[in-house]
């Protein structure tokens, strides 16, 4: 009897399979060999165990995306397109990572914004930034649930996503501030002031201040501060849930510019320096 083909493993026991991976890269390996196991890794691609997230490093002409678990470099990731630009010629975008998974995604041209998933491919068509933004390669951002805030330092703005809003608004509640921070959790959005050194709390629903959290007395914090914060971020059923993706990686680290450089070594491997 003649041996069938990968594709014709029982839909059950590749759906089993798929299951019990725990890596991303091994969820993207399995889901790339057929349709039949891609179509079987569904679930484990939406929903996979909890891990260290990647990061999204600085890069030319491509991003780089380092995974920490296996401790290598992905070169060459397609990232996904959104529908208005698939008949461009292909245009660079500058990519600014979040800590829950998605990619903000700006054309310097004009602006155009989108969020982009680099693992599930999903995309999330936003209305292109002000002018402004422009005349700096800085962008501090974050997103809720319901809404994406946005800074590129001297202003804070924010969009709803659910309806989506067709423009960005100020924050009523932070009409001049120095921004060089978003993070967002547990319903807050946490904004640090760099040169105050100062973290106000903002509602995502309401957009209203909840507290201020100053710096901590006689200590000397380092020029270009970051703050983190950690927590879990919940879509909506309707969208793609968020998966453990790229963390911002600015010049000097990864989200906090207290971590260590790193370089690429011939290996093709990350080392600390």
């Known amino acids: 009897m003649a041996l069938r083909g990968w ?24 889901r790339s060999v057929c349709t039949t196991w891609r179509d079987a890794g569904v679930d484990a691609a939406a929903a996979p165990p909890s891990q260290p997230p990647w990061l999204l490093l600085p890069s030319s002409p491509s991003p780089l995306f380092f995974n920490p678990s ?5 070169r060459n990731i397609r990232l996904p397109v959104p529908a208005a630009d698939a008949h461009r010629r292909r245009r660079r975008r ?7 998974g998605w990619i903000l995604a700006v054309d310097p041209t004009d602006l155009a914004a989108s969020l982009l998933h680099p ?12 002018a402004f933004f422009a005349e700096t390669d800085d962008l501090a951002w974050d997103l809720s649930p319901h809404s994406i ?3 590129c330092g001297e202003v804070v ?54 507290a201020v959290i100053q710096p901590p007395p006689q200590v000397d914090l380092p020029t270009e501060a970051r703050v983190v914060v950690a927590g879990l971020l919940r879509e909506p059923p309707e969208h793609q849930p968020s998966l453990a993706g790229a963390h911002q990686h600015r010049r ?17 491997r990350v080392h600390e320096s």
């Open 252 to 268: 000097a680290g990864a989200v906090c510019r207290s971590s260590p450089r790193v370089r690429c070594g011939d290996d093709g």
């Open 157 to 210: 703005l924010v969009c709803a996503l659910d309806p989506l809003e067709d423009s960005w608004a100020p924050v009523p509640a932070m009409p001049d501030c120095n921004v060089s921070s978003i993070n967002y959790a547990g319903g807050d959005f946490f904004v640090f002031e760099e040169d105050a050194c100062r973290t106000t709390i903002v509602d995502s629903i309401t957009l209203a201040v909840t």
């Open 119 to 130: 693992f599930t491919g999903s995309v999330r068509p936003l209305p292109p930034l002000p």
């Open 149 to 151: 805030m946005a800074s």
């Open 94 to 100: 500058r990519l600014s990572a979040s800590p829950h």
């Open 7 to 30: 594709s014709h493993f029982a839909p059950d026991l590749l759906v089993t399979v798929s299951g019990d991976l725990t890596e991303l890269a091994d969820i993207a390996r399995f």
């Open 70 to 74: 296996e401790d290598r470099l992905y």
